[in-house]
């Protein structure tokens, strides 16, 4: 953790001194606070014994989503009494608790108990209570509508809550008849579950008598639409059978028609090859005929074989020697002539029978041609045709599915109609606890004693923050910015509030306690305060010290009292000088004549060596202010009170001079020019910042730094922190020794 972490964090000595200090701020305003928090008690007290009792009555009712049925799951309910598909849905439920405390509701009630002409409901008075007179109306509608009253009335005393993690509702009602509170609650209830029901009911005989016109108009238009599609198969020849099958019995038929059409083509090529082949057969040498003609024809194949034998004869012959014109040559080449034309006349029959069947099978093809173009447009007009017979059979088969929904549902509306179920059912009956709502007399207290005590607390710290006067060694080091060189504690003979506010000068007996009582608080804080102006600015020795104060009682002069008998005790020669040539009180304080004193030697030539200043406390001498003068500033001013001071300065250790305040005239800033060092004394819970502020301006204005500043009276019990823990080391010392415990310093 770094530096800056920890000087961030607040210390536990911080944290205890804002304690003590918020412990002694209410310590010391106890009594305001004390009296605003009875104040609060007794107001809260008289203010619910004068309101008027209102007690609160009670409801229960549970809201199912889901409600029963009768008919069983398979028959649906024309309008849903529960939530229907929002079932488990909040919106639901809200929308419940608007209507439970809605308006309407809310006239509906009023308007069924005649509340708006009962005066103690409007004005929420017990039924014997007597009713504030009214003026008579003027004529035109009565003031106190059903609108207004349940508005004004009814519905800011209404309250709707759900019970949590439930399908509960409960309903609660204030009024200050108990009776009219619960007949209130029960007659809004059974508004709300009649009108529930009535409204599903309602919305059923709409949808019921909406579903029977709907049915009617669905059988006509089924009617139109059988009707059409009769006609449409009339006129267009169209058989029971459904287009489908219509269709795939053409389909049948052109396939068949294709088949035997691309047969018949094969056929007519195959007898067209067939042709071409015997076409190309040699007419002077037949032999090369085609094997196919030959398998098919044996005649053909005989006369072929005739005519080889004969022509291989021929040759046989005219090989072996015989001429042309032998018998036997010439019967053999008649034979083969006779083959030749035998074979060629068997293959010209052939020719022709392959032309017949060819002609033939073209003509086939052209019926089969014809046959599946008259199929083809059959099935384009079928295509068309199913077209706007589909639309007629779809119209009409929509219409019978419609027609039928509706039929089932006007049949299960007759059912339900009349079926008075509802999903809401009243769980606790009204009822009134007998204990008031209003006024909560204890609470009421409880609560105005607490504003009290707030109000107490505020005025507290409002007037100690609106407090500008120092307080605290943490005052003056916080608002002037300067040392502080002690706290003086608050002795028995302190003047009293009343005779400070009152500008009383303050007994004497105190400014020497620390001659008296060595042992005191007092002389132990005077020797703390000695010790640090020792320290407090060691390059300028305090030879000649000036106190002064911002006002008048603040001190100063037992402050200069103690700081010299302190400075004595040490074995210091000390001088104390009255340079209050206007109030002056050293005199007084040491029981000396005030005829001879600082007015007096200045007006002499040279200082004499015996001053006659002894006083009871050994090594310290007092010289009085002397007989008052006109002109106290001028003479402080002067070089003669310069050389007087330089003399006396050269004759003690210590001079302390006690001035007048520093804001009331001049003398004590023209002193502080004689003298280096000065302290300003501040009265605790008396000198305001304001003024110390303006002394130390005053004191700066001149050239002169205030070494320090010294808290007065200082009052441990107004303080409650700070200085604290000197008391308990004084009293732990000093304590059995029988010396007076002053307020620790």
């Known amino acids: 953790m770094s530096s800056e972490d920890l000087q961030s964090e607040p210390t536990a000595g911080s944290q205890w001194a804002a304690f003590f200090e918020t412990a002694r701020v209410l310590r010391k305003h106890w009594l305001p606070i004390g009296f605003l928090t009875i104040a609060g008690i007794v107001a809260a007290s008289f203010y619910s014994a004068g ?64 509340l708006q002409l009962d005066g103690g409901f409007v004005t929420n008075l017990p039924s014997n209570a007597p009713v504030p007179v009214q003026p008579p109306p003027a004529p035109g509608p009565s003031m106190a ?18 019970v949590r993690d439930s399908r509960l509702v409960q309903i609660t009602f204030d009024d200050a008849d108990p009776e009219r509170a ?15 029901v009535d409204s599903v009911l309602a919305s059923t005989n709409v949808a019921a008598e909406w579903l029977e016109e709907q049915l009617g108009k669905l059988k006509t238009e089924l009617g139109d639409n059988e009707i059409a599609l009769n006609q449409f198969k009339q006129t267009n020849q169209i058989l029971s059978v ?58 053909l194949t005989g006369q072929r074989a005739d005519y080889i034998r004969a022509k291989q004869q021929l040759v046989s012959l005219t090989q072996g020697g015989m001429g042309e014109q032998h018998p036997e040559v010439r019967a ?64 009409k088969v929509n219409t019978e599915k419609v027609y039928s929904l509706v039929l089932e549902r006007s049949k299960e509306s007759d059912l339900t109609r009349f079926m008075r179920f509802n999903n809401i059912r009243v769980v606790d009956e009204a009822y009134v606890d007998p204990a008031p709502v209003k006024p909560r007399t204890f609470l009421n207290t409880v609560v105005g004693g607490a504003v009290g005590l707030l109000l107490g607390f505020a005025a507290a710290f409002g007037r100690n923050s609106l407090d500008r006067t120092l ?59 000695r010790t640090n102006l020792m320290f407090a600015a060691p390059d300028r020795p305090q030879k000649s010290l000036v106190i002064t104060s911002g006002g008048p009682f603040e001190g100063k002069t037992t402050v200069a009292c103690w700081i010299a008998v302190a400075m004595a005790q040490a074995g210091k020669s000390v001088l104390l000088i009255d340079c209050d040539l206007r109030r002056p009180r050293l005199h007084k304080i040491f029981k000396r004549s005030n005829e001879a004193g600082v007015s007096t030697l200045l007006l002499e030539d040279t200082l004499p060596e015996d001053l006659n200043s002894k006083t009871q406390v050994p090594n310290l001498d007092m010289i009085p202010s002397g007989p008052g003068v006109p002109n106290p500033a001028e003479l ?40 280096n060092n000065t302290v300003l004394v501040a009265r605790a ?12 301006r005053t004191l700066a204005d001149v050239g002169n730094k205030v070494l320090g500043v010294v808290l007065n009276a200082y009052d441990e019990s107004r303080a409650g922190y700070g200085y604290g823990y000197g008391g308990y080391r004084y009293q732990y010392y000093y304590g059995n020794r029988g010396e007076a415990r002053g307020p620790v310093a």
């Open 182 to 196: 619960k007949r209130v609650l029960r007659t809004l209830v059974s508004i709300y579950i009649d009108d529930n």
């Open 145 to 162: 509508s059903p609108e207004d009253t349940a508005r004004n009335s009814l519905m800011v005393r209404l309250a709707v809550a759900p």
């Open 51 to 114: 309101v008027t009792r209102v007690y609160r009555a009670t409801t229960t009712i549970q809201i199912d989503p889901t409600p029963p049925k009768p008919l069983g799951q398979e028959v649906q309910n024309i309008v849903d009494v529960g939530a229907g598909v929002m079932a488990n849905n909040r919106e639901y439920y809200k929308t419940q608790y608007d209507i439970l405390a809605s308006r309407t509701l809310a006239e509906k009630t009023v308007k069924r108990l005649g």
């Open 636 to 675: 402080l001013q002067s070089e003669r009170f310069e050389h007087f001071l330089r003399t006396l300065e050269s004759r003690y250790d210590r001079i302390v001079i006690d001035t007048p305040p520093v804001n009331a005239v001049t003398d004590a800033a023209i002193l502080s020019t004689r003298v």
């Open 471 to 529: 307080k605290s060694a943490q005052d003056i080091e916080e608002h002037l910015e300067l040392p502080l060189l002690g706290v003086l504690p608050r002795t028995s003979s302190d003047v009293s509030k009343a005779n400070r506010k009152r500008g009383r000068r303050p007994d004497f007996g105190d400014e020497l306690v620390v001659h008296e009582k060595p042992s005191s608080s007092a002389a132990e804080a005077a020797r703390a305060l």
């Open 685 to 696: 819970h008396a000198t305001s910042r304001e003024a110390a502020r303006h002394s130390i």
């Open 332 to 395: 053999a080449a008649s034979q083969v002539e006779i083959s030749r034309q035998a074979l060629l006349a068997e293959v010209s029959n052939i020719k022709e029978a392959l032309s017949r069947q060819l002609a033939t099978k073209k003509q086939e093809e052209k019926g089969l041609t014809g046959l599946f173009a008259r199929a083809k447009a059959r099935a384009m007009d079928l295509s068309r045709l199913g077209l706007e017979y589909n639309r007629l059979e779809r119209a």
């Open 242 to 299: 459904s287009m489908d099958d219509q269709s795939n019995m053409l389909r049948d038929e052109m396939q068949q028609l294709n088949q035997a059409l691309t047969l018949v083509r094969t056929e007519i090529e195959a007898l067209s090859a067939r042709n071409t082949q015997l076409q190309e057969v040699n007419i002077t040498d037949p032999t090369e005929l085609p094997s196919q003609e030959l398998l098919q024809s044996s005649v």
